[in-house]
């Protein structure tokens, strides 16, 4: 895309940016997990920390890891992340707030859409760090395994479209098509 995707406009901002704007709206604290070495994040609102994966290159579980690993002891172990990455354009504090309250008694909230779990737009209680940890020391590297290891909630599709028909909260920017589509929407 001629540059990182964290680093792409959007409304007057970053993608990253704006992703922190939002979820500084509706949790706190908001943490930014990034890939470390020579990455320049944009600038984005100082009330966010940030760190360095543990485990750069090592893909999204890792970074969950790294992630909940630094906020155990701000928060309690039944306490809950809400997880996302730098490019989902439409993400609202709205959604954020509407998946975590799916979460009762769950360990994790995941949506699926068309089949596929998106665990990138997602809820997790910290209690799940010690399932997260055994399937990377068995080198499994995708979050979405974790949905089956884990009291996990699937929100299905109809679900998700009674919330938001468009589903425009997960939408995420992945080709540089989507991103002048985004650009287009976003207005």
Not at 75 to 89: E, I, N, Q, R, Y
């Amino acid at each position: 895309m001629g540059q990182p995707k964290e680093a792409l406009p959007f409304r007057g901002n970053s993608l990253l940016g704006r992703t922190v704007e939002v979820l500084l709206e509706c949790t706190w604290p908001v943490l930014v997990i990034g890939r470390g070495g020579d990455q320049q994040l944009p600038p984005f609102p100082i009330e966010a920390r940030t760190a360095t994966d543990d485990r750069p290159g090592a893909g999204p579980l890792a970074a969950i890891a790294t992630g909940m690993r630094l906020l155990r002891g701000d928060l309690g172990v039944h306490d809950a992340v809400f997880v996302t990455g730098c490019d989902a354009p439409f993400l609202s504090s709205a959604a954020v707030g509407w998946l975590c309250q799916q979460l009762g008694d769950h360990q994790a909230v995941m949506p699926r859409v068309a089949g596929v779990l998106q665990p990138l737009c997602a809820v997790y209680r910290l209690d799940t760090l010690a399932t997260i940890e055994s399937l990377l020391e068995a080198n499994i590297d995708t979050p979405r395994t974790l949905a089956e290891r884990v009291r996990c909630h699937v929100l299905e599709e109809m679900r998700l479209v009674a919330f938001d028909p468009e589903l425009a909260f997960l939408r995420s920017v992945n080709t540089p098509e989507e991103y002048r589509q985004a650009l287009t929407d976003g207005g």
